[in-house]
Structures are given as C-alpha cells and as structure tokens.
C-alpha cells in the first residue's frame, strides 16, 4: 500500500469520501463490496454506505493488489485470507467481549440449559406445571358447576 495516501483521523467514512481516498469510482467501491462481503458497514434504510477506518486500508489494500500486484478479485480474496492472523491467536473470548454481552450470553445460556433438562424430562414425572395450560376439561366443569351452586346460596345469605 503506497505511504503517500492519508486517511483522515476519523472513524467513520461516507461512500464518496472513500472514493476519494482511494481514488475509484463509486461502481468500483460496490463490486468490490459484493465480492468482500465484511467490507463496509451495512447501509440502513434510505441511508448513506458508511466505512470504518479499517475498511478505507482494507480498500487500499485491495486497490493495490488489483492493480500494482495485477491479481483477479478472487486472488485478492485469497491473500486477504492468508494475510488475517489465525482466529485462536491466544486472545480469549473474554477478553473480546464485553462485561454486559458476556451477561447476556450466560443468561442465555443457563436458559438454554434449563429448556433442555425440562425436554429431556418425562412427562409428568417432573413437579414442572404450566402456568399457560389449560384446566383438564372435567375441572372445569366441576368448578363450573360448583361456582354454580355456591351463588344462589350466596344471593339468599345477602338477602336476609
């Protein structure tokens, strides 16, 4: 990559400031998008394609690969992929995530665990009850027909 571009010292870029940057057109930008699938920051909804900082060196690599080393699109795919450092390069997970994701994911996770135990059990032989089930039909009609004998009674005890 030529030492003479100079990204400004920003984190984020707009489409027309990375053609500028990189000095290709914006069609360019785009195949090269299609072809790299984790360059450029998704665009929303009615808005502007942005860029990180690494995605404008990402650029300029991929730039000079094409036309200073003359490689095809899926020659410049294969020596990004030989150029990325192996993804167990002694960093933990830990390390990467945060303290809220790492929450998150270890709710998640004890939730996964307890929807398991609870499929993996019988059924009925656990003292797991459903608020969400419906009564058996015979309770409901026993009820039903309890409910019904206790509120006459209870009109005639109001009366008196």
């Not at 933990?92 to 929807?115: G, N, P």
């Not at 027909?145 to 009109?155: I, L, M, N, Q, V």
């Amino acid at each position: 990559m030529p030492d003479t571009v100079q990204i400004p010292n920003r984190s984020l870029f707009r489409q027309p400031e990375v053609c500028e940057i990189a000095q290709v057109q914006p069609y360019v930008l785009r195949s090269w998008e299609a072809e790299f699938a984790d360059l450029g920051v998704a665009k929303t909804q009615g808005g502007p394609r942005v860029y990180r900082r690494a995605d404008v060196e990402r650029v300029l690599r991929i730039k000079h690969l094409l036309f200073v080393e003359g490689l095809t699109l899926a020659g410049a795919r294969r020596r990004l992929q030989d150029e990325q450092p192996p993804a167990a390069d002694g960093t933990s997970l830990d390390e990467l995530l945060s303290s809220d994701a790492r929450e998150r994911i270890l709710s998640v996770r004890a939730t996964l665990r307890e929807l398991a135990a609870m499929l993996a059990s019988q059924p009925g032989a656990g003292s797991v009850e459903f608020a969400l089930e419906a009564p058996a039909p015979k309770a409901r009609a026993a009820r039903a027909s309890a409910a019904a004998a206790k509120t006459p009674a209870k009109r005639a005890a109001k009366k008196k």
